[in-house]
Each structure stands twice: as C-alpha cells, then as structure tokens.
C-alpha cells in the first residue's frame, strides 16, 4: 500500500542543512496499523508528510496506492491525496467557524459537490465518532476529545484508504486520548484501512501492528506489537 | 530607540510593501493639503498684491465697481478738505489683435496728477512734463513696458492694436515703462494710456473707474473719508486700498472653501490609511507583542512602540508630502488661475511658494494625523496578553472590539445630525458650512465604525442563504465570507477605508453632477436665445470686453433676426459686498425671453421689470442679505444711492455672491451706461442659422473680435468652466482610489499571514492551489461588494447633505440633486473589480505558502 525506497529529506535553514529522513525505505501493507515513534526531530512527521504528499524527497521515490506520489504534479497530488489520505493533526486544525457538521463536509465540497448529497455520508461519520449530538456545534464548542473525534471524521470523508495522524493524543488527556486511539483501530479494523501514526508515547504506539522507532532520520528498529 | 531598531525597523523593513504604501498615503494626503494651502496664499496675495502696486501712496480710493463714478464727481472728490492728492484712473483688460490670449491690463490715468500718487519710471530720456504733454497730445498714445516691448517684438513709434468696446482700434508705443511699481502687475502685460484715450477704449466716456486720494498731513483718514462720504451721497464708495482688497477677496470665499473641503477630505482619507496599516499590523503581530509582554515589557512601552513607528512613517512621508505638494500647486495653480480668470476677475498669479506656515501646517497636519489615527490601534495593542504566544490558533477576535465599534458607531451618527439641527448660535455663512461638512465627517466616521457590524450581519445572512439554496455552490464563497467573520475588525476596516474613499468619490462625482445638471438645466431657461454674439470670451464675464451699442441696429436688421435684446452685466456692491447687477429689455424680449424663478412668476415679473417697477434679485442675493419679496433695496449707482422694490428672485448661477436683475432702460438712465456684454439673437422660424453666424462675422467679426455661440456652444462654454473649476477636486479622487486599494492589499496579505496555518491544513485536506486563489480572491470580493454598497449608501447621503445642505448654506445657491446613477453602478463594480485586482498578491501569496511549514508546529 505505502511503500517508501531509499527517501532522502534535507531541509536547509540558512547555510546549515538538516538531514530529516537518511536513505529510509518502508513498506506498509493494506490494512496495517503502524506507529512511528521516535525524539523529536527524528523524523517521524516529516515521513507523514512524505506519503500524505504534503512535501517531496530529495531523493527516492514514495509510492502509495502504487503510484509514486513523489513525482505528481501539485494539483494531481492534491486531487489524489484529497481521495485517498485522511490526515489527523496534534492541534486538530478544525475551522472555527464551521460547525461540526460543516468541517466533515469541507473535504467533500473541496471536491465541487453539492453539500445536500453528502448529508447522509456527514451524518454516519458524526455517528461513527459519536458526535451525532453535536453537528450544529462549533469547535469551540467542543472539548478536545471532541474536537479530535471531529478531526477523524474530517478525514474520513472520502472513506480514504489511507489515515495519517500526527501526534493525534499530543494535545489531549489520557482518557480522551484512550478514546481516540481505540477509534482510530476500530476504523482500521472494520473498514481495512491503513493507519499510519506518528506519536512519542508508547502506550499510544501499543495501538499498532507495528512500531517503527526512528533515529537520526533512519529506522532504528522495527518491531510488531 | 533600541527597541525601534530591534523591533519596528526590522518590521518596517520586512513588510516593506505594506510600508511604502503606507508611505505612499501620506505623501499624497500631504501633497494635497501642502498644494491646496499654498494655492490659497497665492491667490489672496496675488489679490492684494496687485491692489497695493496699482493704489501706489493712495490711502484711500472712490470707487463704484463697474458701475464707475462719474467724472463729473471728481472734482467734488479732488476739493474736499483734507484730500492733497486726487488721480482719476480707468482700468481694464483689453486683448491684443493677432497675439493670441494676449490681454493687456490698460491703466488710464490723467498723466499731469498721476504722478503725485504713482511713480511710473520710463525707460530711455527722462519723461518731463514735455513728453507728457507730447503723450498726451496725441490720441493714439500707448505706454507699454519694456518687457512686453521685448516679448511682443513691438518698440517705440510701433503699432499694436487692441479689441475695445468700439472694435479693434491701432495705438501707437510712444513710451516704453520700466518693470517697477505699478508696471510690474500682471507680468509686465500692463500698459498706460491717457485717460480720455482709455475711457474711449473702454467705452466709459464720462466715467471713472477710480479715483485714487491722498491726504493733507495732520488730517485724519477716516474724517477725510466721512466728508467724501458726505459729498457723494451714496454715488461711489470710499475705501482703503486693503478694504478694496479684501472685498475683492470675498468673491473668492466659496471657492477657496471647497479647495479647503477638498484638503480635509484628503486629510480624513490619510488618516484612515493609517489607521487601517497599524490596525493590521497590531493584529499581526499579536503573537509577537504576547512575547514581549511575556519578556516583561510594560503597556506603556508596547503603546510607545506602536506610535513611534508610525511616527517615522509619518515623519518621512509628511516631508516628502511638502515637496510633492510645492510641485503639485505649480500644476493646480495653472488649473486655478484660469478658473478664477473665468468667473470672477482676471488674476496676476504669482508663483506658488512653500511659507514657513504651510510647512509648519503640512508637518502638523502629517504627524498629528498619523499618531491620532495610529493612538486607538496602539491601545489595542496594550490590551494584548502575554499569553498570546501560547495560542496555537490563528488570533480569532470574532466579538472582541465590534461591541465597542458599534456603540461608537451609533453615538457618531446620532451625534451627526444633532450638529445640524442644534447648530451654535450667531454662526455665518462659513460657520455654517463648516459645521456642515463637520457633520458630513463624523456621520461617515459613525457609519465607518458600523463596518465590522455590518461585516457580521452580512456573513449571517450569507451562511442562511447558502444553507437554504444548497444547490448553489458555496465552496470558496462561503469560506471567504467565513474568513471575513473570524475578523470582523480587521475586514471592517478595510471595508470603512473603501467606505470613505468610495463616499468621497462619490460626493464629489455626485456634486459635479448635479452641479452641471443644475446648471444645464438654467442655461436652457434663462438663455433662450438662437445665437449670442460677444466679444472677446463666449461668455459674459471678466474675460469678455463689453461694446457699443450702435452695433444693434444694424445686427437687428439681418434677415432672419426676429428679436434682439442686448445683456449687459456689471460688477458692483450691495451694503460693502460684491454682487453682480444684469441688465436686458424685458419688453423687447417679452415674447421669447423665459426666466427661472426660485420665487414669484416669471412673467409677471418680467413684466413688471419691463414696467420698471421693480428689481428681480437672485437666491444667493436673497440669502445673503436676508432680503424678501417686496422689500426695497438700495444700491449704489453713478446718480447716487438708488432704491428698488424686489418684485421677484430669480435663479442665478453666474455668481454666488449675489445679483440683481434691472430693466436696460431703467440701468441705462441711472446707470450712465449703454455697453453691452451680449447681444441676445432669437431667429425667425426656418431662418438659416449658419447663415446669420456667417454674415455677422464676417460683417463685424473681425473688428470687434465676435464670438458667435449656439446655444449649444453657450452651454459647452458653462460645462467647461465648471469642470476647470473642479479640476483640484479630481486629484483628491485619485488619493482616495489610490488609498482603498492599498487598504484592500494590506489587509487581505495581512488576513493571509494570519491564516497561514488554516491554509495549510486547507492545503492537507485536498483545497487545490487554485481554490485557495479563489477563495482569497473572493475574500477581496466580498470586502469590494460590502465597501461599495456601504461606500455607496454613505456617499449618497453626503453628497444629497452637500448639494442640498452645504452649497445653500455658503452659496445661497439651490441646486436640484442629480443622482449619478450610472457613476453608482461604476462605483459597485469599480470597488469589486478592484479589490479583486487588489486580492490578486495576496491570493497569490496563500496559494504559494508551503504546506509542511504551515501546518508545522515542532
């Protein structure tokens, strides 16, 4: 489903560069819950960021779905990751002036149709998180538990083979973010699709199939659960 | 001033767009109220320049307008006691044949008394009493200055031929001046003749325009002028020379106050740049002014911060502003000089420079602006937690300040008309104005601060609609307009900068409109005739020389020429002030001559001018000296104070200072005076129009230098002197566009920095680059959409306040308000058009941001 072969990412900050993923490869397969942890600057977002096609590699091809995303144009990695990648965030990263209902559509209308088509899909995603009761609710409104739940919806809209999450428990207390974990494979089991998580917490990363632990921009070690 | 150069320089120079832009505002504002000062310094100056080198050691003049003070008087004047000197003098502007818009002044003096007033140097021998009487002998005399010998090519014993009220006559130079004293008016276009010479010239045989005096020593001016006074019985005016001067510059009180309205527009329009620039830059930089609060810097210094830095804007671009504005006057000056020379009197302009005072004001003007504007933004600022730096959202102040916004919004539209209907008591007519066009600034200040409101009942509204009419697409309209509510205040002031700037335009464009509307539509009454004919300039004014008489009969016995009546219009002073007094043949013309009346019927007072039982004054004459219908007023003619019943008020636009309307027989008998401006032609019907303009030109043409109009080139000639006179205006059009698009760029970049993050996770989540431009795009269309309409709404009021309101109270002047409305729909789609042309860096911008480092948040 994902597989990445010999990626090089080198990011330059004025005269210094930083290496941020060193001849990495990975191969994730259809269905698979992997946790990718690691310290901070190992490299685990800028790899989410590399098969969402948020970013490309300075070197080495990043395939998904069989196509290597890494050499689409813009637009065709847009279109495509609008399709096929849903994206979890640490800080959410909701509208605030949508409501609930509104920011679960926003993918949907990105993609140029009529809202009144999507509003069964809208409301068994709602349900699905279990925020049926809360669609007319402005994020601000919510707790983060919710917003977070109200995050995976968003990228569920499109039933996406692909769900990428950042960190999604770094901004939220235990019990929400047991919550959130147990969701997030929930989804993976039942709908078959793959879930790639960058977290530092362990307990978090027991959720996977797989950890892949990275250092210094390269897989340390990679164990299954 | 650490901290300036650590901090502000360094955001200066980063947001160095935003800072030349900024810059740019203030140059214009400054350049315009710079150039509007020095032109009005220039134009009194010239005024009472000119008095002062004509009046010479004169402490005190006799004078009648152009009615003129009979010659008859003089000796009266010369004999009174206590008068040493007395110089009898004609004065005019007369054109030179075959030197086009040649004019020279023509100074008619009795040269053996002149001399003890002025001091005329002639160039070459001495000028002794021989040569004088030599001068003087000879009918043909002409003294010209050396310049004008030198510029005109024309020396001593040379002809040159001027167009006077008996046609072109040839005079020959026979001295030649030196440029000093007298002879330094008007460039060196000036000229002496012998005084009988002149008053042919001028055809006021047996009139004098002036009789300049000087005192015995040990005699009081005032009991010297009392006994004059005394003598004359009302048939001239005895003045200072600086009274005359003052006087003179009265005419000009409503034109200078426009280009001062103009000038605080300008002023109103800067100040909201400014505001707007330091209000975006303060909520950009919340997070940075969190941190500082949080590193222990006081409220106190964050509010000094602010202000300095918009000090230093201010400081440059008010200096600059004074230079640009020196260059800008030479321009208007041209502008204004031709307009004045058109409508009121033929000016000697002298060359527009910078006083210490305007500097002093421009500087003034520049900073004090900047920092009143920048003061409520700074405060904002303080109120900025040092928790900022903590939020990880965009800064969404979706209520904050728009409560606040609102209440003063609504207290400054109240306050608004209280200003108008409770005005201060004992308030002239400039008084009156100016509380006028005070009210006219704080009411589109209150709807100004309704913008964020307003911002938030649209998106509303917006969000109903769009849920209700699902079919309809709302993608990158809907999240534009939501981007507009998650920042009412900052959306809200660009929109109240397009609602001024808009409201200006508007008020200006709507005035001009309903001026030449008004005007059009009173040309079309009040002249009605087929053909006009006059010489010299196509309209009856300072430029035009008036003729003879004599020509009528033979202009009346043209085949085709049904009626003729003859217009004659003198400049004269009612009660000390200037007005204007009109004369035709309301007999003569009875059967076509149609007259708009502001109060009374028209033909009945025609007819009873006809009758001579009366006068007919005009509205501005009515307003002006609180006259009504049936009252008497008493006027100052060559025979003496004259009084005369009001029979009706008639509209006039020829002048704003006030006229009369007298029968012709009646103003020649009292008047002395059978010139005439204007002979009015009506054809007979299927008479050969071209035919008719044909024969009298080629009749009379080039002798008196004819002008002979259609109604329609009568009516382009009066479009084309209102439109000189609103040129200054336009310029503060430009500023105003200028400034809104700077605003809309500003704060749609600054909405997009600010978004950064929001567009990033857009960007995630599958919004194409293409999308992200439409949205900002449509962002920038809302604000031009929501500004219009508003800019719109608030012009409207102002400008129907200012035809209505404003005009009346300064001019006396009813104008019909003309509704510009297909300059309203330009308007509308202007303000869209270019915010969406102003939204194009910014979209550009927001669709270039990179997706990882916007979301980014290790």
């Known amino acids: 489903m994902i597989r990445l072969i010999d990626v090089h990412k080198v990011y330059k900050q004025g005269r210094n560069e930083i290496t941020a993923l060193d001849g990495l490869s990975l191969d994730i397969q259809k269905g698979e819950f992997v946790a990718v942890m690691g310290p901070s600057g190992s490299g685990k977002s800028t790899l989410l960021h590399l098969i969402g096609g948020l970013d490309r590699p300075t070197e080495g091809e990043v395939l998904v779905d069989n196509r290597i995303i890494s050499q689409m144009a813009d637009d065709e990695v847009t279109l495509f990751r609008r399709v096929k990648i849903g994206f979890v965030f640490q800080f959410f990263n909701l509208l605030p002036t949508l409501t609930a209902e509104e920011n679960v559509l926003l993918p949907l209308i990105l993609d140029g149709r009529p809202g009144s088509d999507h509003e069964p899909r809208v409301k068994t995603l709602l349900e699905r998180v279990g925020l049926a009761g809360r669609r007319d609710h402005l994020p601000e409104e919510l707790s983060g538990g919710e917003m977070q739940r109200l995050a995976i919806a968003r990228a569920l809209a499109f039933n996406p083979p692909i769900l990428l999450a950042d960190e999604p428990t770094g901004n939220l207390d235990s019990r929400s973010g047991e919550s959130i974990l147990g969701l997030m494979r929930q989804i993976n089991r039942e709908e078959r699709c793959t879930v790639v998580m960058a977290t530092h917490n362990r307990e978090a990363a027991g959720y996977g199939d797989r950890i892949v632990q990275l250092k210094d921009g390269k897989i340390e070690e990679e164990s299954p659960r | ?858």
């Not at chain 2, 509303?460 to 534009?480: I, V």
């Not at chain 2, 959306?491 to 030449?516: D, E, K, N, Q």
């Not at chain 2, 009015?680 to 002798?703: R, V």
Request: with cysteine; glycine share 8%; proline share 3%.
């Open chain 2, 1 to 858: 001033m650490r901290l300036l150069r650590f901090l502000s320089w360094r955001h200066l120079r980063r947001h160095r767009l935003r800072t030349f832009l900024t810059f740019l505002g203030i140059v214009l504002g400054v350049a315009v109220i710079v150039a509007i000062a020095i032109v009005n310094r220039t134009l009194i100056n010239s005024f009472q320049q000119t008095i002062e080198l004509v009046a010479g050691k004169a402490v005190l003049q006799v004078s009648n307008g152009e009615s003129g003070v009979r010659e008859a008087l003089y000796p009266v004047i010369r004999d009174t006691q206590g008068v040493r000197d007395a110089a009898p003098a004609v004065e005019g502007f007369l054109p030179v044949v075959g030197f086009k818009g040649e004019r020279l002044f023509i100074y008619g003096v009795d040269f053996l008394a002149d001399f003890s007033i002025r001091e005329h140097q002639f160039a070459g021998a001495p000028f002794g009493l021989e040569s004088a009487l030599d001068f003087i002998a000879r009918p043909d005399s002409i003294a010209l200055t050396e310049s004008l010998s030198r510029r005109l090519r024309i020396s001593i014993g040379s002809e040159i031929t001027l167009v006077t009220s008996r046609g072109a006559l040839s005079y020959t130079v026979r001295a030649l001046l030196k440029e000093q004293g007298t002879a330094k008016v008007f460039g060196g276009s000036f000229a002496l003749m012998d005084l009988p010479v002149a008053q042919i010239a001028f055809g006021k045989e047996g009139k004098l325009d002036i009789v300049d005096l000087t005192i015995e020593e040990g005699e009081k001016i005032e009991a010297v002028r009392n006994r004059i006074r005394q003598r004359l019985q009302g048939a001239a005016e005895v003045q200072r020379p600086q009274e005359r001067g003052e006087q003179i510059e009265s005419l000009l009180t409503s034109f200078r106050l426009g280009l001062f309205f103009v000038s605080l527009v300008a002023l109103f329009v800067g100040f909201f740049l400014i505001y707007n620039t330091v209000s975006v830059s303060v909520v950009q930089r919340k997070r940075e002014i969190g941190t500082l609060r949080c590193l222990g810097m006081m409220r106190r210094n964050i509010m000094a911060l602010i202000l300095e830095e918009s000090l230093i804007i201010a400081l440059s671009a008010s200096l600059a502003g004074v230079v640009a504005g020196v260059f800008l006057a030479q321009v208007a000056l041209l502008s204004v000089g031709k307009s004045v020379s058109s409508l009121f009197l033929q000016i000697d302009l002298a060359k527009g420079a910078l006083s210490l005072g305007d500097f002093w004001l421009a500087l003034a003007g520049g900073l004090g602006i900047s920092i009143l504007a920048a003061l409520y933004p700074a405060w904002e600022a303080t109120q900025v937690t040092p928790l900022e730096n903590y939020r990880q959202t965009a800064w969404s102040p979706r209520s904050q300040g728009v409560f606040r916004a609102t209440m003063a919004g609504l207290l400054l539209l109240l306050f608004s008309p209280a200003l108008l209907f409770f005005p201060a008591p004992g308030l002239g007519e400039v008084g009156k104005f100016t509380l006028g066009v005070v009210a006219l600034l704080i009411f589109l200040l209150g709807l100004s601060f309704l913008a964020p409101l307003f911002v938030l009942v649209w998106v509303g509204f917006l969000r109903r609609c769009l849920s209700r009419w699902s079919l309809l697409s709302w993608d990158e309209w809907r999240l534009a307009s939501d981007g507009l509510g998650r920042s009412p205040m900052r959306a809200g002031i660009t929109i109240a900068t397009l609602i001024i700037s808009l409201a200006a335009i508007f008020t200006i464009a709507a005035f001009v409109h309903s001026v030449r509307g008004s005007l059009l539509s009173w040309v079309d009454q009040m002249v009605t005739a087929d053909l006009i004919v006059s010489s010299s300039a196509r309209t009856a004014g300072p430029m035009n020389v008036p003729l003879r008489e004599d020509l009528a009969p033979g202009i009346k016995a043209l085949p085709g020429v049904q009626v003729l009546d003859l217009y004659r219009l003198i400049r004269s002073t009612y009660q000390g002030r200037p007005i204007l007094i009109e004369s035709f043949s309301a007999q003569a013309s009875a059967s076509v001559r149609r007259l708009p009346m502001a109060e009374g019927k028209g033909e009945t007072a025609l007819r009873q001018m006809a009758a001579g039982e009366g006068v007919i004054v005009s509205e501005s004459f009515k307003s002006k000296f609180g006259k009504r219908l049936g009252d008497t007023v008493e006027l100052p003619t060559p025979s003496g104070l004259a009084r005369f019943k009001i029979i009706g008020v008639y509209i006039d636009y020829s002048s704003d200072s006030g006229s009369v309307l007298i029968d012709r027989s009646l103003y020649k008998k009292i008047w002395h005076d059978e010139l005439v401006d204007a002979f009015d032609l009506w054809l007979a019907p299927g008479a050969d129009q071209q035919e008719i303009i044909q024969t009298i030109k080629e009749n009379y043409g080039e002798k008196y230098q004819l002008f002979v109009s259609t109604h329609r080139e009568l009516r382009d000639a009066v479009v084309n002197i209102m439109e000189q006179s609103f040129v200054v205006n336009y310029a503060v059009e430009i500023v105003a566009v200028i400034v809104a698009i700077f605003s809309v760029i500003n704060t749609l970049l600054a909405s997009v920095l600010d978004r950064t993050r929001e567009i990033g996770v857009l960007r995630a989540i599958g919004a194409t680059q293409g999308q992200l431009r439409r949205m900002v795009m449509a962002e920038a269309g809302w604000i031009g959409f929501l500004g219009g309409v508003l800019g719109l709404i608030a012009g409207t009021v102002m400008s129907y306040h200012h035809v209505v309101y404003n005009t009346k109270v300064l001019t006396g002047w009813t104008f019909q308000y003309y509704y510009p409305f297909g300059f309203a729909f330009l308007c509308l789609i202007l303000s869209v058009a270019l915010c969406l042309l102003a939204g194009y860096i910014p979209a550009k911008q927001a669709a270039s941001i990179p997706i990882v480092s916007a979301i980014g948040y290790e």
